[in-house]
């Protein structure tokens, strides 16, 4: 059975079983995504990959061994820390935060990896919750005047059954507690009118903190001061597919409208929290 270290609120945790996490997501003391690492993998994951991975304890029948990888450890080795602290001493706290950043930085990364895929299995899941809503309404997508109205409607008609799946960890936002959103608990945009009949390349669900306009090749702008889990935008489109967009350092437009895009006689309007 595998090991699973979770990261939470800057601490390493574990290791846990499955059936640990599985008990702690149903506490809300974890969420979908969550980072949490396993030996074996190359860099951290989330918690929903992982319980997708080990539907039942153990490995899932017939997979192959993970390549090997050494473990993470839970703390800082003892001959390291006393270099620190030594070091500190003698030369200042510049050595401090000069090895606590070669230490931190790998991780850093590696958590913020596991956030860009966590958004990224949001808007996938959203996206098909959407769809299957359209195929019981004679193609008709779910609408409203916010994204909200449009998720709530995904809960209350039980096309979704987690209202943390709206909602990720950015500023501004708190994790639902109950089944009926707020604004404060949606982290997600939708497009509002579409039909049946709309481009596969329209965008229905997207990571909120851009202005979307829905001209061919026209870029998404990042908002001002938007606090957003994770740089870039997670986008699930109208023929399902989905896909994560990085912004670029220094950049505010992400390009999530492709040039091929024909909007035809339709109009389509962003519709936020």
Excluded at 36 to 44: E, F, N, T
Excluded at 59 to 84: C, E, F
Excluded at 199 to 206: D, T
Aim: glycine letters at 10%; one cysteine or more; charged letters at 15%.
């Amino acid at each position: 059975m595998p090991e699973i270290f979770l990261h939470l609120e800057g601490q390493q945790t574990g290791p846990h079983q499955v059936a640990q996490i599985r008990q702690l997501l149903a506490e809300g003391k974890v969420t979908g995504q969550t980072p949490a690492w396993y030996q074996g993998l190359a860099a951290w994951s989330t918690v929903a990959q992982i319980l997708i991975a080990f539907p039942v304890e153990g490995l899932p029948p017939g997979a192959p061994p993970p390549p090997p990888l050494t473990p993470v450890k839970k703390g800082m080795p003892g001959w390291l820390l006393a270099v620190i602290i030594i070091g500190a001493c003698f030369m200042g706290l510049g050595v401090l935060s000069c090895l606590a950043g070669i230490a931190l930085g790998p991780i850093t990364a590696g958590i913020e990896k596991a956030k860009e895929s966590a958004s990224l299995q949001q808007a996938r899941a959203i996206n098909l919750m959407m769809y299957s809503y359209s195929v019981d309404h004679n193609g008709a997508y779910p609408d409203g005047a916010t994204s909200t109205d449009v998720f709530q409607k995904l809960l209350d008609e039980k096309y979704a059954s987690d209202p943390t799946i709206f909602y990720c960890a950015m500023g501004g936002k708190t994790k639902p507690t109950s089944s009926k959103l707020t604004a404060e608990n949606v982290c997600y945009d939708v497009t509002s009118g579409v039909q049946a009949d709309s481009p596969g390349n329209l965008p229905v669900v997207f990571s909120t903190g851009y202005v979307m306009s829905y001209s061919a090749g026209t870029p998404a702008t990042r908002e001002s001061g938007a606090s957003t889990a994770v740089y870039g935008i997670a986008v699930g489109y109208k023929d399902n597919s989905t896909r994560f967009l990085t912004l670029r350092p220094g950049k505010t437009e992400i390009q999530v409208i492709p040039a091929s895009f024909d909007p035809g006689t339709k109009t389509y309007r962003q519709l936020k929290p």
